[in-house]
């Protein structure tokens, strides 16, 4: 994941969303009401780059929509993070980061692993 996309502390998102470099309150409000992914690292939280629409200035909509989903279901940050990353029988193999443009694809998949209820199913049934 960090290899592939980056992990950006909050300074770093925000500067890439380009909303300025240091913590500032329109980085704060993506954090504060769950629309980015976080995951901790030696007890820091870092953002991944597969989330973020650099040239847009904004979270890809359809990773917001999976992020709230898995949440909902109960997942972790961590298990959300690699359930994109794992390869999908869904998908034919790919994996869900693969194909987080294509939004009808990329939440039905959600769907269809995470469940529909709080704890319904966990990141190991892809």
Same mark, same amino acid.
């Given at each position: 994941?960090?290899?592939?996309?980056g992990?950006?502390?909050?300074?770093?998102?925000? &500067?890439r969303?380009?909303?300025?470099?240091?913590?500032?309150?329109?980085?704060? &409000?993506?954090?504060?009401?769950?629309?980015?992914?976080?995951?901790?690292?030696?007890? $820091?939280f870092?953002?991944?780059?597969? &989330?973020?629409?650099?040239?847009?200035?904004? $979270?890809?909509?359809a990773v /917001?929509?999976?992020?709230?989903?898995?949440?909902?279901?109960?997942?972790?940050d961590?298990?959300?993070?690699?359930?994109?990353?794992?390869?999908? $029988?869904?998908? &034919?193999?790919r994996?869900p980061?693969?194909?987080? %443009? %294509?939004?009808? /694809?990329?939440?039905? $998949?959600?769907? /269809? %692993?995470?469940?529909?209820?709080?704890?319904a199913?966990?990141?190991?049934?892809?």
């Amino acid at each position: 994941m960090e290899q592939e996309h980056g992990l950006y502390s909050i300074s770093e998102a925000a &500067q890439r969303l380009g909303f300025g470099a240091g913590p500032n309150l329109r980085a704060g &409000q993506l954090t504060g009401r769950g629309r980015v992914l976080a995951v901790q690292r030696g007890g $820091t939280f870092l953002y991944p780059g597969f &989330q973020f629409d650099e040239p847009a200035g904004r $979270t890809v909509p359809a990773v /917001k929509d999976v992020v709230r989903r898995g949440r909902w279901a109960g997942w972790k940050d961590e298990q959300i993070a690699l359930w994109f990353y794992s390869p999908n $029988t869904s998908l &034919q193999g790919r994996r869900p980061v693969d194909v987080r %443009d %294509d939004e009808e /694809k990329l939440i039905t $998949t959600a769907e /269809k %692993d995470m469940g529909g209820a709080p704890g319904a199913s966990s990141p190991s049934g892809s």
